[in-house]
């Protein structure tokens, strides 16, 4: 069953340091998301990409966060200046819009991320 | 605020048991409700409801919506250990949004 694979798996960054984290989502998908979790809480919506740009993004988006699709299969989470509160769970998803609704999100394992 | 309450937080039975897991949800322009399984890592997943009063049947596993109540129930009959993991209900909002709104979370554990 074809899957989002996503890496590193884990991450340890100093504080003030960029991040890149890496996914490649499910081939024949349209829709692109990250989400976060930090530990013990809600999975938290970030940001959604559609058609090689943004169509969504939450509050937690801020100017730190930027997202790329730099070629035909890779998408990525760019933190350029991390902070403490920035350590979480980062999962990234795919949809298709081949059914009426594109929330069937398919979700890669998640990258751990550790900012000290 | 969009908002997904699910109760109990956690959950302790024994291999055999039926369980049943709750989602309650205020959303604004309600468009689907989804149930996720998360193991250890990524959230698998089990169903996606629009409509109320169908169930949704996937082996030992089920969901009904009831729109009018707002709220969703996810079956487990006959638990086995494998069916250990913290189950998310998700629902999406809006018609032009894309983004779920995850509750905290069923940690459930089945003992053998």
């Known amino acids: 069953e074809p899957e989002v694979t996503q890496t590193p798996s884990h991450q340890v960054t100093q504080m003030g340091q960029e991040v890149i984290l890496r996914c490649v989502p499910i081939?024949?998908?349209?829709?692109f998301y990250w989400y976060r979790q930090i530990l013990g809480q809600k999975v938290e919506f970030l940001v959604s990409f559609y058609n090689n740009e943004i169509s969504e993004k939450s509050e937690i988006f801020d100017d730190q966060f930027s997202v790329e699709r730099p070629d035909g299969s890779n998408f990525t989470l760019k933190i350029r200046s991390t902070k403490l509160e920035d350590s979480a769970m980062y999962f990234c998803a795919s949809s298709s819009p081949r059914d009426s609704y594109n929330e069937k999100l398919f979700f890669g394992s998640g990258t751990q991320l550790s900012v000290l | 605020e969009d908002k997904v309450v699910q109760s109990p937080l956690s959950l302790v039975v024994h291999e055999g048991d039926t369980v049943t897991l709750n989602c309650s949800y205020e959303v604004t322009n309600f468009r689907s409700l989804l149930w996720y399984k998360q193991e250890k890592k990524a959230p698998t997943f089990l169903f996606m409801l629009t409509s109320s009063g169908i169930e949704k049947k996937s082996g030992r596993l089920s969901s009904i919506l009831d729109k009018k109540e707002l709220f969703s129930i996810l079956n487990i009959t006959a638990t086995q250990t494998g069916d250990s993991a913290i189950y998310l209900c998700?629902?999406?909002?809006?018609?032009?949004?894309?983004?779920?709104?995850f509750g905290k979370g069923t940690k459930l554990t089945v003992n053998p």
């Open positions: 998700a629902v999406s909002p809006q018609g032009g949004s894309e983004k779920l709104v």
């Open positions: 081939s024949n998908h349209l829709y």
